[in-house]
């Protein structure tokens, strides 16, 4: 199973395994990770799952879609690697994800 790792804010790790086409927003939800509030439930209707994707799997994670950066504008701390965890889809491909929690996600 791939790993995860979620950065807080405040610099707290999480390093959780995902199954295989797991949201990473499903993922941060199933292990209680804070910091993702997942209003939607994955719908990519709100942005309360925006993340930072780590510099080195900017690539490897690809860039938002049009609707993602639609929905990014409604939030704080946006940055040029941000995403929202509920359109990024784990495999194997992806383990060793590392992406970091804004200080809030409004």
């Known amino acids: 199973m791939?790993?995860?790792?979620?950065?807080?804010?405040?610099?707290?790790e999480f390093t959780v395994e995902a199954s295989e086409g797991q949201s990473v927003m499903a993922c941060a939800v199933k292990n209680g990770v804070p910091g993702i509030e997942a209003e939607c439930g994955g719908a990519c209707a709100c942005a309360t799952c925006h993340i930072h994707v780590d510099e080195a799997w900017r690539d490897a994670v690809g860039g938002?879609?049009?609707v993602e950066v639609a929905m990014l504008d409604f939030?704080?701390?946006?940055?040029?690697?941000?995403?929202?965890?509920?359109?990024?889809?784990?495999?194997?491909?992806?383990?060793?994800?590392?992406?970091?929690?804004?200080?809030?996600?409004?």
Not at 2 to 12: A, D, R, W
Request: charged fraction near 15%; aromatic fraction near 8%; proline fraction near 9%.
């Open 2 to 12: 791939p790993k995860i790792t979620y950065i807080t804010f405040e610099g707290h």
């Open 64 to 66: 938002p879609s049009g």
């Open 75 to 106: 939030v704080g701390d946006v940055q040029p690697n941000s995403r929202l965890a509920c359109q990024i889809k784990m495999s194997t491909s992806l383990d060793g994800l590392v992406v970091w929690l804004p200080e809030s996600q409004y």
